[in-house]
Nanobody, 124 residues
């Protein structure tokens, strides 16, 4: 059973930075395509960023492109989401997801394994 666990959320101010971590329990994280999604109450889970296994190709939503960076530390079996220049609209529960395929998917239902989520709140 693959386990995915996020950490690093919190309350920050507009313009601050925050780094989320996602630990994957089985196989190395390089063996999965990894993604970050976020969700606010009453809305569907929204794609944020993904990193394809193999070549490490990354893909971002337009709303975070240039501010967020997804990266991977294979030695630690961990994927990160570095978030800079945070805005109030970035406030959400952030979820890490893993999938056993070699393409970048932006739909939540394509991912097999999910963490429990970590709250990020950006205060103005």
């Amino acid at each position: 059973q693959v386990q995915v666990e996020e950490s690093g959320g919190g309350l920050v101010q507009v313009g601050d930075s925050l780094r989320l971590s996602c630990a994957v329990s089985e196989r190395t994280s390089s063996g999965y395509t990894m993604a970050w999604f976020r969700q606010t109450p009453g809305k569907e889970r929204e794609f944020v960023a993904a990193r394809r296994r193999g070549d490490g190709h990354t893909y971002y939503s337009d709303s975070v492109k240039g501010r967020f960076t997804i990266s991977r530390d294979n030695a630690k079996n961990t994927v990160y989401l570095q978030m800079n220049s945070l805005k109030p609209e970035d406030t959400a529960v952030y979820y890490c997801a893993a999938a056993d395929f070699s393409y970048v998917a932006t739909m939540a239902d394509e991912y097999d394994y999910w963490g429990q989520g970590t709250q990020v709140t950006v205060s103005s």
